[in-house]
């Protein structure tokens, strides 16, 4: 089974502070998804990579960057966290071919105060 | 551009009648489209996917989906439903040739009361 791992289930920080999110999947895939869930918002994309140190801006990369130094490794970063930013951040993964379903991790709930 | 629309936020159902989860979607080419559910404090869960082939796919937990392409539907569907049914259900399309982008519904929250 694909096993896709986030750092930390709950999280708080404070106004200001830089934030890592970061999130493991086993399974060798080539792409990793960053995602935040906001009730009646769905699921909306912050950032993917492709590849090792590739990666792409998705529907709302402002406020965020991330890191994929390693294929199995990808990194979400709040430069200054602010209070617009609690939510519940959702990292993905899928291997090559677009016909793949994402697999997920359980999530970190983000707490800004 | 992509979207998809879950036009009702709830859904409430007794156990062990049918259930119907609403879903369409708008792409510029063919979609591939995927029902997702998330259990309380938990990630997306996959239940199943359509690709191309039989538009009625079937996927985890015996939920099913129609694909209807002159309505751009994509409505999930158990017979009986299930106590344990009770969640948080998403849809989601990705166009075709449109690489990795998958866009996903709002959400539709199941209850199934015993």
């Known amino acids: 089974d694909v096993k896709v791992t986030q750092s930390s289930r709950y999280l708080v920080k404070r106004t200001g502070e830089k934030v890592f999110l970061e999130c493991v999947q086993d399974?060798?895939?080539?792409?990793m998804f960053w995602y935040r869930q906001d009730p009646g918002l769905g699921l909306r994309l912050i950032y993917f990579?492709?590849?090792?140190?590739?990666?792409e801006k998705g529907d709302i990369p402002e406020g965020y960057s991330v890191s994929r130094e390693k294929k199995e490794r990808f990194s979400l970063i709040l430069e200054s966290a602010s209070t617009n930013q609690t939510s519940m951040y959702l990292c993905?993964?899928?291997?090559?071919?677009?016909?793949?379903?994402?697999?997920f991790g359980p999530g970190t709930r983000l707490t800004v105060t | 551009a992509q979207s998809v629309a879950q036009p009702e936020d709830q859904v409430n159902v007794a156990e062990g009648n049918p259930l119907t989860v609403k879903c369409t979607y708008s792409?510029?080419?063919?979609?591939?489209l995927f029902w997702y559910v998330q259990y309380p404090n938990r990630g997306l869960q996959f239940l199943l996917k359509?690709?191309?082939?039989?538009?009625l796919v079937k996927g985890s937990y015996g939920f099913e989906a129609e694909f209807n392409k002159s309505q751009t539907s994509f409505h999930l569907k158990k017979p009986s439903a299930l106590v344990s049914d009770s969640a948080l259900y998403f849809c989601?399309?990705?166009?075709?040739?449109?690489?990795?982008?998958?866009?996903f519904g709002a959400g539709t929250r199941l209850f199934v009361k015993a």
């Open positions: 993905a993964s899928t291997g090559t071919g677009e016909l793949g379903e994402q697999y």
């Open positions: 399974m060798d895939h080539e792409n």
């Open positions: 990579s492709y590849d090792v140190k590739m990666k």
């Open positions: 792409v510029s080419g063919n979609p591939y």
């Open positions: 359509y690709i191309t082939g039989d538009n």
């Open positions: 989601a399309v990705r166009e075709g040739t449109g690489g990795f982008k998958t866009i």
